[in-house]
């Protein structure tokens, strides 16, 4: 039986994380250390509420007693840090926040479990911990050489406050392993989309905003291009990782499927009005609005590595995935609403009304 600690497990693919080991294993124990700030939800969790292999304990990874106390408590073989504050807009506007959560909150976490894990004689026994990093960290690509992709070996030159702090963070994880020894295993992640994203992000974002004939707000020329990889085919490749990866190691994870940002809004439009039968959800609902600072042009990743040593391979067509995910949404209109009620609506105006695209 393995004993995993997750971080941030009630936010979206730390939750689509605990729901899928507790799927895919039945002698597993599994506990979720969330400090649920904005972009944590228990209601993400509320099938596996009661189940005996799973346990919620509220915590910030920047508590040097608590996270002890858990670690020492629950003995996790495996610790996966997704507790991060993760979104570039919001990182542009607090960049402390950033620096605080995903790099002293990383730190800390590596020193409590190196606390427990290290043997007098030597050694951490058959512990690993596994640090969820983006390939974000690489920086950026160019639109004109769709033939280079970003490997392990890319060096790391973040442009944002947001992954400025999550290349530090890998860097810090690196460190510790090669400085302590210490169990270390790195994943460089493509955008996620799925169930339970947080509409802040471009997806469920637009998909929101579709349904309820708002502006679809587009970034600069809408060209930028992302790596989109269905979440469950993430989650899989972090447990794969963690049970067989080789320690020390980096495995960059991708979906071999880039896209420029508006054939993404334009497939989520073509898709919702299919579905609700909707005329008036149309391409005269996208509106172009001010770039995003220092926005990354392309993001693509060569996850070669990940598929000849491990065997890993996405399973999810993007055509599967993103009509999986819109009726994901569809169907779950109560969640939505919760979610982007209060403090996302003051959020919203004050990110997007300079923009000329706030709600009508
Ligand atoms: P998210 O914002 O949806 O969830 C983050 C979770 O961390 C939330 O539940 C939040 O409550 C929790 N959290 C924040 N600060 C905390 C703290 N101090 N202590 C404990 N918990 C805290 O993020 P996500 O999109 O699910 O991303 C998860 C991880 O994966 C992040 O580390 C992110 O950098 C990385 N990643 C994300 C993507 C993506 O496309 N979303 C891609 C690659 C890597
Ligand atoms: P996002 O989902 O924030 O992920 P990331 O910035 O981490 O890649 O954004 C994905 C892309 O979509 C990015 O190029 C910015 C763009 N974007 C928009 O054009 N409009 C929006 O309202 C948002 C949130 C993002």
Redesign the pocket.
Known sequence: MKRYLV?????????NFVLHLLRAHDDVRVVN?????????LENLREVEGDPRYAFCQ?????AEAMAAVVAAEEPDYVV???????VDRSIEDPGIFE???VG?TVNLLNVCRAAWERPGGGVGEHRYLQ?????VYGTLSLDEPDTFFRETTPLSAHSP?SAS?ASADLFCRAYGDTFDFPVLIT??????GP???PE?LIPLMIHNAVHHEPLPVYGDGLNVRDWLYVED?CAAIDLVLRKGRIGEVYNVGGHNERANLDIVETIIRLVSERLDDPEINDGLITFVEDRKGHDRRYGIDAGKIAAELGWEPKTPFEEGIEKTIDWYLAHADWVERVTSGAYKAYYEEMYGHRGAARA
């Open positions: 971080t941030g497990g009630a936010g979206f693919i730390g939750s250390v969330d400090a649920l700030t904005y972009a944590g939800n915590a910030d990874i920047r508590d840090n997704f507790a991060a504050e993760s979104h605080s959560t995903n909150g969820v990093s983006t390939d974000e947001y999550k460089r992640c493509s955008n996620n989309y339970y994203q947080f992000k993430h």
